[in-house]
């Protein structure tokens, strides 16, 4: 072509592939960015004779290393700070201290209060004992525990709160409450202060006893 010729009107400017412009967006989004790497890994494959490669290669880059960051953030705090311990409450509350029970009708005497806090868990073995002998006296052996109906749902921020339990033995089935502390100054917690059976009859069973 003279300096005198017209430009080829048919050459157009190149295109910037739409897949990598949206896998860098994706990758700059923390929750997106494995998305965003995987995009970004299609767009630099697939982009042919498009602009945008170098795009393409940063959603790879910083999808990767933010995926990397979230899942160490989520491992090392997420996880064992707030999921691990909501898992924990609800566990608790819907199951009641049954595995302290078990364990105590079955001899059991440290892993019974390994699931208190408090007073309950620096008991004596003879202090358990008697609490187990008693109930066991009264109503036989133990069978399981469930929440009550209509629960008083605890205060907002609430560090402890008392849940009701329907308690089986092979005899019957008892009214219980069972305190749960969900976390004091330090940080979670998630075990129980206390169990008290009410007998209207011959008298609540309470551990750790009153002083």
Aim: aromatic share 10%.
């Amino acid at each position: 072509m003279t300096q005198f010729e017209a430009p080829d009107q048919t050459m157009q400017p190149r295109k910037t592939s739409g897949l990598a412009i949206t896998a860098l967006i994706c990758s700059i989004t923390c929750v997106c960015a494995p998305i965003g790497a995987l995009l970004g890994l299609i767009a630099f494959a697939t982009i042919g004779e498009k602009k945008g490669k170098g795009l393409a290669v940063a959603a790879i880059l910083i999808g990767v290393v933010l995926s990397v960051v979230s899942w160490m953030g989520y491992t090392g705090f997420v996880k064992p700070n707030i999921i691990d311990p909501m898992v924990k409450a609800v566990t608790l509350v819907t199951s009641g201290p049954t595995d302290a029970m078990s364990a105590g009708f079955a001899g059991d005497a440290a892993a019974f209060k390994a699931e208190f806090t408090g007073a309950a868990a620096t008991a004596s073995g003879e202090q358990v004992t008697d609490f187990i002998e008693t109930l066991r006296g009264r109503y036989g052996e133990y069978v399981s525990m469930e929440p009550a109906q209509n629960q008083q749902q605890p205060g907002f921020g609430a560090q402890e709160a008392p849940f009701q339990y329907l308690v089986t033995f092979d005899t019957g089935t008892v009214d219980a409450e069972a305190m749960i502390v969900f976390a004091d100054n330090s940080g979670p917690i998630m075990k129980f202060r206390s169990i008290t059976i009410f007998d209207p009859d011959e008298g609540d069973v309470a551990f750790p006893p009153a002083p």
